[in-house]
C-alpha cells in the first residue's frame, strides 16, 4: 500500500469480501485474521506520518473484524 486512498479502497474490499463470506458461511472463531495479517505485513508502523496513518487504519479494520456480528 503506498497511499491513504489505495489502503482505504483495500481495506473496503476486504471488508466487503468478508461482510460476503459471513453471510455465506457465518462467523468463525478466526474471522478475518488471515486478510488482517496480510495487511499488516503490507505496512510499516514506523515509517511516514503516511504510512503510521495506514498502520492505524489496518489497526481499525482489525478492530471491526473482532467485533462484527453480521
Known sequence: ??????AH????????KLIDKA???GLTE???EAEV?????Q??????PEQRVIHS???????WTMN???
Open 30 to 32: 478466526n474471522f478475518g
Open 43 to 48: 505496512c510499516d508502523p514506523y515509517g511516514t
Open 9 to 16: 479502497g483495500i481495506i473496503g474490499k476486504a471488508k466487503k
Open 37 to 41: 495479517r496480510k495487511l499488516l505485513d
Open 57 to 63: 487504519m489496518v489497526q481499525e479494520f482489525e478492530k
Open 1 to 6: 500500500m503506498n497511499n491513504i486512498r489505495q
Open 68 to 70: 462484527y456480528t453480521g
Open 23 to 25: 453471510a455465506k458461511n
